[in-house]
């Protein structure tokens, strides 16, 4: 039962600050960047929206780490997720997720079990995708620098909540060539950092 706990907070934590990191994909996908801030921020995520709108659905292997250095904590797990509108299945630490925006299934491998609960109305581990509504009033964002990396043109992009978050940014990075997100970080109040790495996107998978 503690171990399950354990298992069940590490959860929860990781799909809140996923729910974040599907945000900043997916909400390409569905989000006009009408109120903005910053016009070439806008200029370069309209791009990003209108290649992600011709997508059926997406599939996207990436990293996870979770930075604290006031308790030298840096903790990295791998983790891939599948996005096909409200539904979602995520794989991570021999534990599968599935999600329909209404009831999520946790299977464990280990256990051969599944925990069946309710997707809460607003809350970001049950439908990441309930924060997409009216996005361009919720955050401002602005073009910070171009720059090259692993031989890449990057965009680093900010975007700040207008809103008291428990973050106060969120920095992602655009592959300029195929507008594509290549990396996200939160960055907490509390000066923990939430780093996504995208090591793989593959676009209209079979599912």
């Known amino acids: 039962q503690t171990e399950f706990s354990s298992i069940n907070r590490l959860r929860k934590r990781i799909m809140k600050k996923l729910g974040l990191l599907i945000v900043i994909l997916s909400v390409f996908s569905t989000t006009v960047f009408s109120q903005v801030d910053d016009s070439k ?23 996870y780490t979770m930075e604290d250095k006031a308790h030298d904590i840096n903790e990295t797990l791998n983790v891939t997720v599948v996005m096909q509108g409200k539904k979602f299945n995520l794989d991570f630490m021999d534990r599968n997720i599935i999600g329909d925006g209404k009831t999520m299934w946790t299977y464990s491998s280990d256990d051969e079990e599944v925990t069946i609960s309710n997707a809460e109305e607003g809350d970001e581990t049950g439908n990441p995708f309930d924060i997409l509504t009216d996005y361009d009033k919720t955050f401002r964002t602005k073009l910070i620098k171009t720059i090259k990396e692993d031989g890449k043109t990057i965009h680093i992009i900010d975007m700040y909540p207008k809103e008291t978050k428990s973050y106060h940014k969120i920095r992602v990075k655009i592959d300029k060539a195929t507008m594509r997100l290549v990396s996200g970080t939160i960055h907490n109040k509390d000066n923990v950092t939430y780093t996504y790495k995208v090591k793989k996107f593959t676009p209209n998978v079979t599912v």
Not at 53 to 62: A, H, R
């Open 41 to 63: 921020s806008r200029t370069i995520l309209d791009k990003v929206s209108a290649k992600l709108q011709t997508y059926t659905n997406f599939k996207i292997e990436f990293s």
